[in-house]
Nanobody, 122 residues
Framework: QLQASGGGLVQTGGSLRLSCAAS????????MAWFRQAPGKEREFVAA????????TYADSVKGRFTMSRDNAKNTVYLQMNSLKPEDTAVYYC?????????????????WGQGTQVTVSS
């Protein structure tokens, strides 16, 4: 129900844009988020966006570099990643939670995408 894409290999300082297309859920009333998981580490919160797109929340580690947005007409969310660093290397997952609730904890998600690999070379 969530299909993430857009990952790849990029050099330090480069940019990538991730997309996550949703189907089979009430997208317009769902909070959406991105999480990431590096090898040997726990899944961590990256960014979240309200159902209307008017409110966004970011992890301190990505503030000022990443921008999350959504297009409710296309049932799609995006994560624009700029000034990428090697420590951003991870599998990135999109997630959804029904209703106007917070989605900064992985345990709160109702749906998960399959993940897309982002690798930043130094």
């Amino acid at each position: 129900q969530l299909q993430a894409s857009g990952g790849g290999l990029v050099q330090t300082g480069g940019s990538l844009r991730l997309s996550c297309a949703a189907s089979g859920l009430t997208f317009r009333s769902s909070v959406m988020a991105w999480f990431r998981q590096a090898p040997g580490k726990e899944r961590e919160f990256v960014a979240a966006i309200s159902w209307s797109g008017s409110s966004t929340t970011y992890a301190d580690s990505v503030k000022g570099r990443f921008t999350m947005s959504r297009d409710n007409a296309k049932n799609t969310v995006y994560l624009q990643m700029n000034s990428l660093k090697p420590e951003d290397t991870a599998v990135y997952y999109c997630a959804a939670r029904r209703g106007p609730y917070s989605l900064v904890a992985a345990t709160a998600a109702d749906y998960w995408g399959q993940g897309t690999q982002v690798t930043v070379s130094s």
